[in-house]
């Protein structure tokens, strides 16, 4: 039922949500920010780094690493999105 | 002129025309209502909102201007690959939790979301100002992927006829987005999605059996570079301009009023979070047509502007039949966004400044009429712009924009985790990197990248996310202040819970 369904994320949330910081009395701070959503800063550092891929070799047929890494990282931020996506939807209900 | 390549252009945009026109009957709705016609009626599922976002995001303008950018500098024009990845598990955190609180409340706009989120309605009007401010210049922008595109096909002659075309495609354009509001876009994104997939499909295939290989379009490439002073690979005085341009139009984009319309007309926030697992199909699109950059080097495609390349290359490269279905793709691709954009720009006229301070509209018929004229007056504003001014106005406002939109982050999603802010902090923390941010960009001449002196560092950074910071510390700073001196606050609407229900009608009062 859809009501379940959204009481199951709430509790889930709530009951670990203090951990991703910057918590106050106030009554509006996050029920819905989930541990797991944290894997989501990986991307930010594959990326925001360039120091980490500027860089010619090694070539993927032609393509130089600068290229080819960014394309593999779109494609693996899809990937974790998703997985992050199947274990954080609670219910199965849909 | 070459008339195959004409005719089948001609055919495509006669095609989405009527179907422009056919979606008003799609999903029936009432579009006296504003809900219907500005958001479809809040009810499309994963693979129209795919469509409709991608459509929306992935504008005639990226399209062309990111391969041209590319062609001129190399790889720090790579910036757009790294930005459209990020941006997903931004909206993944946030977005859903927008959608939530819209829906529960009947918020239409960002601006709708702030001016309950803080009781605040200047704080509203400030984000309702700088989303009409930063969308109309892009809406403009999209006119200069049709010109391209006319241009290449040969349409040529007297100011007068050259410009023909395009103020047919815009009417065309203003009036079924009049009739049939978000549905038009929506409808026309399936069609225009579909096409550019299988424009860019044959592209990264065709064009490089045709030049000899990947390998050797990049050896051109670096070739080539350097005396334009760009560079294959990104040297290390380029890495924080590069990073904080990526992240910087990340943040910014969904703060834009047409990406969250978009958002806000799914049904339920699992769309909403489908989709941002689903939505990089469209970043990788975008990555790989970036490389006709480099195609158009190694083909040795010259053009008076840079912009020119890429309809310049397919012309040279495919026969004149794909051509005209790739323009096609392309000037249908400026479209949908421009549909969605006016559609926006005017949902937030009419609710957060004519509604809000000149004249209280009761009667929801009557506020759908407004946006409908609004989103006319929009388009036509547009036109005129690019008509009269060129260009090149159009481009440096639109760089502005999106340094402006950035400063409406902090209301906006911030608002979606924590209450801790002070509506009047926030306010002046915006005019602080309203103010900041266009000073530097307009002193450096315009380009995006201005030099921060910090502690003895010399930081080369993106002046949208300069301006951000001190939005931020400025927005920080003040809360403190006036909490501590006793500046009322305004009144919450929203409650907790708002903003978790994930699905349409979800009971989530009942706990």
Redesign the interface.
Known sequence: MRRDDDGGVSAVATGSGSGPGKRNDQAASSPAFHPLYLLLLIPFIALLWPPFYAMDQPELSGIPFFYWYQFLWLLLTAILTAIIYGLTRGGTES | MNWTELGVFIFFFLLVTVLGFIAVGWRRGDLTQLNEWGLAGRRFGTIVTWFLLGGDLYTAYTFVAVPALIFGVG?LG?FA??YT??V??LV??LM??LWAVCRRHHYITPADFVNGRYGSKGLALAVAITGILATMPYIALQLVGIQVVIATMGITGSAAASDLPLIIAFLILAVYTYTSGLRAPAMIAVVKDTMIYITVIAAVIIIPLKLG???????AAAAALPAKKGF?????G??LP??SL??GSALALFMYPHAITGVLASYSG?VV??N???L??Y??VL?LLA?LGYMAIAAGITAPSPTLIVPRLLNAMFPAWFAGFAFAAIAIGALVPAAIMSIAASNLFTRNIYHAYFKAVSDPGEEASVAKFVSLVVKVGALVFVLALGNTYAIYLQLLGGLWILQTFPSIAFGL????FHHVALLLGWLAGMVWGTYIAVKNNFTPVYPIHVFGHTLPLYAGLSAFALNIVVSIVLTVLFDLIGVARGT?Q????D?????QG???A??
């Open positions: 790889a790579f690959v790294p990845i990020i997903y598990p993944f955190v859903p939790r290989g990947y390998g050797h379009i990049f050896a294959l690979i990104l040297p290390p380029a890495y590069y990073a990526a992240l699992r979070r489908r941002a697992a689903l990089p199909a970043s990788l990555g490389l985790y924590t209450r801790w919450d929203t409650a907790r819970d903003y978790g229900a994930e699905d979800a009971p989530v009942a706990g």
